[in-house]
């Protein structure tokens, strides 16, 4: 479990490394001098001061129980929020509900630490803005991607990753949460799910170079998009962020089952809930809402 933290200096003759990365680069472990230069050249270290986190704290780890677990030690051990990990597999690694995330070499699995200082009863909020910014940030580099309620990362109904947020409390309010992140970059991986060198492969010609072109730049993009949903958040409130939330959600109109009942996706709520229509059994001309909150029902791959 030997891990590298990256120093954060700024030093301009090392931005020379990512320009002459020309062709797409598929090193299963994160290279910790051209992610640190990305770092620099994204300004995330003053994106986050600006959401209030004293610095950026990452470390590179090659093998963890999981990043979530490794984050939350970091923290037991005196570190503060802005603290992350990135390892090359997780040995137990952990999607929503419990489920068993597939952690294989070629993939990013990557948490950081933040102190939203949050109710308990919005902890959505936090996920919903978490998956937008990581979301949007993966479409400026060319990667389509979709959300799935609440928190997958979705091309044409294929999972290209996930993100799994827990948090600790104080009395009635959340003052630390860890933000797991994964994706599959050049893992493999079965149906329903596609790593992003199939989508790159899709997409690009194989004379165009894509933007997106290794796995550091990849992180960083997870790190910046983390960081963008949770500063907007911050700044602007959940009811800025839920119409791109929903402009997003792949769910939208879906049909869908609940108590035997034939019902109709129609959004999310500002909790994170999803929003139902379903048919009133007395007139079929009248309609209710009902709202689903995370882990009342899966709507699956399909």
Not at 84 to 104: D, K, L, P, T
């Amino acid at each position: 479990m030997m891990h590298e933290a990256l120093i954060l200096a700024s030093r301009a003759e090392r931005f020379m490394l990512v320009y002459a990365d020309l062709a797409i680069d598929c090193s299963p472990v994160v290279d910790s001098s051209r992610f640190a230069v990305l770092l620099e050249q994204l300004a995330l270290s003053q994106r986050a001061i600006a959401c209030g986190l004293p610095m950026l704290d990452l470390r590179i780890f090659d093998t963890v129980n999981s990043t979530n677990r490794t984050v939350w030690e970091l923290l037991d051990a005196g570190t503060t929020a802005g603290t992350g990990a990135i390892a090359a597999c997780q040995e137990f690694g952990r999607g929503q509900w419990g489920r068993i995330w597939q952690s294989q070499r070629g993939g990013l699995y990557l948490s950081l630490a933040l102190a939203p200082n949050l109710l308990a009863i919005e902890a959505g909020q936090l996920t919903l803005s978490c998956a937008w910014g990581i979301a949007a940030a993966l479409r400026e580099y060319d990667i389509p991607v979709g959300l799935k309620w609440p928190n997958d990362l979705v091309y044409r109904n294929q999972k290209v990753g996930g993100i799994l947020i827990e948090t600790r409390l104080q009395h009635d309010r959340i003052r630390q949460a860890v933000v797991g992140v994964g994706i599959n970059w050049e893992n493999s991986v079965a149906p329903p799910g596609i790593n992003i060198q199939t989508i790159l492969k899709q997409r690009f010609h194989p004379q165009v170079a894509p933007k997106l072109t290794s796995l550091e730049l990849l992180a960083a993009i997870a790190v910046a998009g983390i960081l963008n949903g949770y500063e907007r958040w911050q700044q602007q409130g959940i009811d800025a962020i839920l119409p791109d939330y929903q402009f997003l959600l792949v769910n939208l109109g879906q049909a869908i089952v609940v108590d035997n009942h034939r019902g109709r996706v129609i959004g999310v709520t500002r909790r994170g809930e999803l929003r139902v229509s379903l048919p009133s059994p007395d007139d079929p001309a009248w309609s209710q809402e009902i709202c689903l909150p995370p882990g009342a029902i899966s709507l699956g791959y399909g």
